[in-house]
T-cell receptor, first 116, second 114 residues
C-alpha cells in the first residue's frame, strides 16, 4: 500500500521568510503532483513532476522530485500572505494495469499561514 | 476555472433520504474520479471510471452508488447515509492519453448528513 507523508502539517511563517515542505512516499513512483487548496475551495494544480530530478518553479514556489529518495520538496521563497493555503502532494500509481488512468494517493496536507 | 463542475455545491440530507451528486466535464477526458475529503482524513479515493467503466472501488460502503452514463458525466447516488459520511465530495477528471495524467478537480459538494 502506497503511503504518502507530508511534513510539517501546520506551518506558520512570517512574510519574507523561506521554508520547505517535504513529501515522502513509500513505494516507487515517477509521477508526483502538488496541489493548492484554499478554504472551502477545490484543489488547484500547481506542479506536475514526472521524472527523477525534475524541478518546476512558478513565482515564489519551487518543487523538486528525487525518485530514488522517494522525496519531493516544495520550497517557498520570500513568503507573502497570498500563499496562505493548504498544500497537498499526491503520488500516482496505476489504477489498474494498462488502463492509462492513475490513482492518486494524497498526503494529509500542509496548512500554511503566512503572517504579515 | 478547471472545466469540471459539480452540483449541488451544498447538500443537507437526513439519514433516510436519497440524493444524487452530479459531476460534469467537457474537457474531453476519459477517466473520472470520486474523492471524499473529511476533517479527519486526507483525500480518499472512492471510485474510478475509465471510458465509462468502473475500474476501482476503494472499499466504499454500498450506500454510495456511482453511475457514469458517458465520459462527460458522473453521478454519486446516496442513500441511508450516516453522519460520519458528512464531508466534501470532490470529482476529478483526467485525460487518459497524454504525458502528465494530471487530474482536474471540480469545486466539490459539501455534504452534511443529519
Amino acid at each position: 500500500e502506497l503511503k504518502v507523508e507530508q511534513n510539517p502539517l501546520f506551518l506558520s511563517m512570517q512574510e519574507g521568510k523561506n521554508y520547505t515542505i517535504y513529501c515522502n512516499y513509500s513505494t516507487t513512483s515517477d509521477r508526483l503532483y502538488w496541489y493548492r487548496q484554499d478554504p472551502g475551495k477545490s484543489l488547484e494544480s500547481l506542479f506536475v513532476l514526472l521524472s527523477n530530478g525534475a524541478v518546476k518553479q512558478e513565482g515564489r514556489l519551487m518543487a523538486s522530485l528525487d525518485t530514488k529518495a522517494r522525496l519531493s520538496t516544495l520550497h517557498i521563497t520570500a513568503a507573502v500572505h497570498d500563499l496562505s493555503a493548504t498544500y497537498f502532494c499526491a503520488v500516482a500509481s496505476p489504477a489498474y494495469s494498462g488502463a492509462g488512468s492513475y490513482q492518486l494517493t494524497f498526503g494529509k496536507g500542509t496548512k500554511l499561514s503566512v503572517i504579515p | 476555472e478547471t472545466g469540471v463542475t459539480q452540483t449541488p455545491r451544498h447538500l443537507v440530507m437526513g439519514m433516510t433520504n436519497k440524493k444524487s451528486l452530479k459531476c460534469e466535464q467537457h474537457l474531453g477526458h476519459n477517466a473520472m474520479y470520486w474523492y471524499k475529503q473529511s476533517a479527519k482524513k486526507p483525500l480518499e479515493l472512492m471510485f474510478v471510471y475509465n471510458f465509462k467503466e468502473q475500474t476501482e472501488n476503494n472499499s466504499v460502503p454500498s450506500r454510495f452508488s456511482p453511475e457514469c452514463p458517458n465520459s462527460s458525466h458522473l453521478f454519486l447516488h446516496l442513500h441511508t447515509l450516516q453522519p460520519e459520511d458528512s464531508a466534501l465530495y470532490l470529482c476529478a477528471s483526467q485525460p487518459v492519453a497524454g504525458s502528465t495524467y494530471e487530474q482536474y478537480f471540480g469545486p466539490g459538494t459539501r455534504l452534511t448528513v443529519t
